[in-house]
């Protein structure tokens, strides 16, 4: 009888640290494929040209769309347009990030190929469109808004 208690407190014993290695082995997977912290820096895109109508109705929306290079290996990506108002200046930056972390990058360019920013302009007037650059020198164009 003591001995089939022994066994019987070897054998839980034994199921408690073989789920206790479970347990961990699981955690150990789980942690070593999480993808963070990231190390992502953002940048400025250099625009190299923009298209867009000349002429629009206000409250009407259009598109603009940007041209430029993003960066030199699929490691780079682009983010967003940020944009702000003042007056008559509608002032457009366009933003890329580069994946630090990364060890294996694509060969290839990414550029913004004619990304589309689509715009709404309320009121009637001729705007000009300063797309911020980095060298810190605007790409400007004129719109009209009827």
């Not at 360019?109 to 020198?137: C, F, H």
């Amino acid at each position: 009888m003591l001995e089939l208690k022994r066994r019987l407190m070897t054998m839980k014993t034994s199921k408690s640290i073989i789920k206790l290695l479970s347990v961990f082995t699981i955690f150990c997977i789980f942690y070593s494929c999480r993808g963070g912290p990231y190390q992502v820096k953002e940048f400025l895109i250099k625009v190299d040209s923009i298209h867009l109508p000349g002429v629009v109705t206000s409250n009407t929306p259009f598109d603009i769309a940007f041209f430029g290079t993003v960066g030199n290996n699929g490691c780079f990506r682009f983010e967003a347009f940020r944009q702000s108002f003042n007056k008559n200046d509608i002032y457009i930056e366009a933003w890329g990030s580069l994946d630090y972390q990364a060890t294996v990058c694509p060969t290839v360019m990414v550029y913004l190929e004619g990304r589309k920013l689509t715009m709404t302009i309320p009121a009637p007037g001729i705007y000009s469109l300063k797309i911020k650059q980095p060298d810190a020198n605007p790409l400007i164009k004129y719109i009209t808004v009827n």
